[in-house]
């Protein structure tokens, strides 16, 4: 459970206590009140709300408690349902706010714009992964913005920062402006890229115009940053401070140590030449503070 993994009391009302829920509602306060917490947080099962008799169990709560905060949380996945059962929640129970998960991957605006459309409560936090501490501040314009095709670069550079070292960002900046990209600043980099999440949650980030006109299109794995890292991790520290020593040999050694093929280490290679391309076209001034920001340059399909 989340509380136990944060370390938060909590207490557990078992399923056949609602049979009597005054009484379980009864012995829950006076475990909040002997223990002094304050805020009380109440989570309750998920429920259909067209079942009836859960949701009377909803009102009952309601009425009991006074809670100062109703809040749904709704699946951004199952798009109208999400919508129909929010509206359902607020006419029925009387709603404050809405939590709404699985918002990370592609962007899904349309339910978040329906649901306070029909509810006409806001949003306060979208859930983008499935750890307790994958979950943010709603932040509307941002949300527009994806759904205009201009991306969400203001959160990418927050997400960015949480997870940056400074000293280090600078130092790969220095390295950005003389050119000195290596393949172990490459390695740096992809560490630090699967950091910030899932390459599908950077790149739903990135506006749909310009150089990342054709992004959508890629079909990105995960996996492949792993495999990315491992082949450098196989490389000695000569070849990772020059690639030009790696020759035919060397590629073979290099995948069978890293557990690839000649072919994924021939793809990294090229990924790690578009990079330094990418570098001297974006010039010395920009390079350093665009890659500094997200992370990484650009990557293709392992089909390709």
Do not use: C, W
């Not at 009377?56 to 951004?76: C, M, N, Q, T, Y």
């Not at 490459?186 to 560490?191: E, H």
């Amino acid at each position: 459970m989340i509380a136990s993994q944060l370390g938060l009391p909590f207490y557990e009302i078992k399923p056949e206590k609602m049979k009597e829920p005054e009484r379980a509602l009864n012995e829950l306060l006076a475990f909040t009140q002997q223990g002094h917490f304050d805020p009380l947080i109440l989570d309750t099962a998920g429920r259909l709300h067209i079942d009836e008799d859960l949701m009377e169990e909803l009102r009952l709560l309601k009425v009991s408690l006074k809670p100062d905060e109703v809040i749904f949380v709704g699946d951004a996945m199952t798009g109208q349902d999400a919508v129909r059962s929010a509206q359902a929640f607020e006419e029925k129970i009387g709603l404050t706010s809405v939590i709404l998960t699985k918002m990370d991957g592609d962007a899904r605006g349309g339910a978040a714009l329906s649901i306070v459309s029909v509810t006409g409560k806001p949003i306060i936090f979208i859930g983008v992964g499935e750890k307790y501490d994958q979950l943010e501040l709603f932040h509307p314009d941002r949300l527009a913005s994806r759904i205009l095709g201009m991306g969400d670069v203001l959160s990418l550079i927050e997400r960015a920062e949480r997870e940056a070292d400074l000293k280090e960002a600078e130092e790969m900046a220095r390295r950005l402006r003389e050119e000195e990209f290596t393949l172990e600043d490459f390695r740096k980099q992809l560490v630090q890229l699967r950091k910030m999440g899932s390459l599908s949650q950077l790149l739903a980030m990135l506006p749909s115009v310009g150089p990342f006109k054709n992004i959508s299109r890629l079909h990105l794995d995960d996996k492949q940053l792993i495999h990315f890292e491992a082949i450098i991790n196989s490389m000695t520290p000569e070849e990772r401070a020059d690639h030009t020593l790696i020759d035919g040999r060397r590629r073979r050694r290099i995948a069978q140590g890293s557990g690839t093929s000649v072919q994924e280490v021939n793809q990294l290679l090229r990924q790690y030449m578009e990079m330094r391309r990418l570098i001297r076209q974006m010039g010395k001034a920009g390079a350093a503070s665009k890659l500094r920001s997200l992370g990484l340059g650009k990557f293709t399909s392992r089909n390709q």
